[in-house]
C-alpha cells in the first residue's frame, strides 16, 4: 500500500496550490481520504476529507471556505485545492485512506472525527506560505 502526496511547496500568502494524493496496492474507490497537516511544535491537525463515493466532504474550521477536496476514483486520485493562504497553513502536509463504509457515518462520526482511525498513511509534502 502506498500514499504518495506531491503539489507542496513555498507559495505567498493569498496565494493557491493543490495537493494531490495518488493511492496504489489498495482498492482506492473503497477507501475514505482524508488530509492531514503538522507544523513543528503544533499538534497534528486533521484538515479534510472525502467518502469513497466523494458524496461526502468535510473541513476543519480553520480551512472551510478556502480548501475544496475532490478525488478521481479512475485516476486513483484525491486533490486538495487551497486558496487564500497565509503563513499559519504552513505545515507538512499528508494523506492516509482507510475502507470504513461512508454509509455508516453519522452527524458525530466521519472521516474527519477524531475517534476516526485511519488504516493507511504515506509520507508528506511540505506547504510553506511565507512573503
Known amino acids: 500500500v502506498q500514499l504518495q502526496a506531491s503539489g507542496g511547496g513555498l507559495v505567498q500568502p493569498g496565494g493557491s496550490l493543490r495537493l494531490s494524493c495518488v493511492g496504489s496496492g489498495f482498492t482506492f474507490e473503497n477507501h475514505a481520504i482524508g488530509w492531514f497537516r503538522q507544523a513543528p511544535g503544533k499538534e497534528r491537525e486533521r484538515v479534510s476529507c472525502?467518502?469513497?463515493?466523494?458524496?461526502?466532504?468535510y473541513y476543519a474550521d480553520s480551512v472551510k471556505g478556502r480548501f475544496k477536496i475532490s478525488r478521481e476514483n479512475a485516476k486513483n486520485t484525491v486533490y486538495l485545492q487551497m486558496n487564500s493562504l497565509n503563513p499559519e497553513d504552513t505545515a507538512d502536509y499528508y494523506c492516509a485512506a482507510d475502507p470504513y463504509p461512508e454509509g455508516y457515518y453519522t452527524g458525530s462520526f466521519h472521516c474527519l472525527s477524531p475517534r476516526y482511525q485511519y488504516r493507511y498513511r504515506g509520507q508528506g509534502t511540505q506547504v510553506t506560505v511565507s512573503s
Open positions: 472525502i467518502s469513497q463515493s466523494g458524496g461526502d466532504t
